[in-house]
């Protein structure tokens, strides 16, 4: 039960080569795109508080981490029509009781969900799992207690990247990292920098294109971009940059890593509203600041669809929850 709630806090919450080094003191390009927010429903259904989103093709998937009944409501590009909802919530073999990260395998036709209740990979069929009432998952794999993957997010059946979570036996804490999983194997390889800053936490997002991992600390106003190795190319320190990790205040929160440019939706802020942010800073591949976006509501999680060219983001906000940025006339 102690190792369950040491889960729960994490996941619900939650050589350089060449290194370029920027220290960007004026980030004063702000562009308010608050009208820029088309809202949008999921029908009937009704989503909680810290739900998570995620876009792969023509599908919006919405996991919900505190249903009662199905976990993951799948959405439909560009209709934005509900299709269905699968993923029973439950602590049984065929159930998932902690959600975690979701992904959906390159073919479009399989989704997989990480349960850090039962340490293991749930495997569905989407069209079975969305007419049939007694579909059972298959189990892709199993991960252990000590260190396991988070946040992981999928390249093929071999690879994908995660934050690595490292549980200290003699304490209620935990390190992140950087690594590599294999959802095949369970194989996880550590990438971080060896000079990681001690404590530093952090969210990340990939570009297959491009082979880079952008990771955003959110104890600390700092983005490193790093090469699918896990070499630092650049590394770019915002004006509030520390020394070491700051345990106040929150600074990125979201990474999602587009075609030219990198998208990090941004707190820097203290207090109740601390793990939502109400901006977006912009970069291009290379570390260099763009601009920021001036949302005007706080966003919880975000999902960049390629093909609409769309940002979809959930909302703490009393007016919203769901809605989309057309990113054509922005960037």
Do not use: W
Not at 19 to 36: A, R, Y
Not at 258 to 268: D, F, N, T
């Amino acid at each position: 039960m102690r190792f369950f709630n040491k889960i729960l806090l994490i996941v619900l919450p939650v050589l350089a080569v060449s290194c370029g080094h920027s220290g960007d003191n004026s980030l004063d390009k702000d562009v308010d795109i608050s009208q820029n927010v088309i809202p949008f429903e999921l029908d009937t259904i009704s989503v909680g508080n810290g739900a998570g989103i995620y876009s792969f093709g023509s599908m919006i998937v919405v996991v919900d981490g505190h249903a009662k009944d199905k976990i993951l409501t799948i959405i439909d590009l560009p209709s934005l029509k509900v299709k269905g909802q699968i993923a029973q919530f439950g602590p049984g073999p065929d159930e998932i009781t902690v959600p975690g990260a979701v992904f959906i395998d390159n073919s479009g036709k399989s989704i997989s969900i990480f349960d850090y209740g039962q340490l293991k990979i749930a495997t569905y069929d989407i069209d079975s799992a969305l007419v049939k009432a007694d579909y059972s998952p298959s189990i892709k794999a199993d991960f252990n207690n000590r260190q396991f993957p988070d946040r992981y997010v999928h390249v093929n059946d071999s690879i994908g990247f995660a934050r690595s979570i490292t549980m200290d036996p003699k304490s209620r804490g935990y390190s992140q990292g950087l690594c590599k999983y294999n959802i095949t194997t369970g194989e996880l390889t550590e990438i971080s920098d060896p000079e990681r800053m001690a404590g530093l936490k952090s969210l990340f997002g990939i570009s297959l294109a491009d082979s880079i991992i952008a990771e955003g600390a959110t104890n600390n106003d700092i983005l490193n971009i790093y090469n699918f190795k896990g070499e630092l190319l650049h590394k770019t320190e915002g004006p509030d940059y520390s020394s070491e990790v700051m345990k106040d205040k929150v600074f990125f929160r979201e990474i999602e890593v587009i075609p030219h440019y990198i998208l990090a939706s941004y707190s820097g802020r203290e207090g109740e509203n601390a793990y939502s942010a109400d901006r977006i800073r912009v970069y291009k591949h290379d570390g260099s600041y763009v601009k920021t976006l001036i949302v005007g509501k706080n966003i919880t999680d975000m999902a960049y669809n390629q093909a609409s060219n769309r940002l979809f983001c959930i909302f703490n906000d009393e007016n919203i929850q769901f809605g989309y940025i057309e990113l054509d006339d922005i960037l």
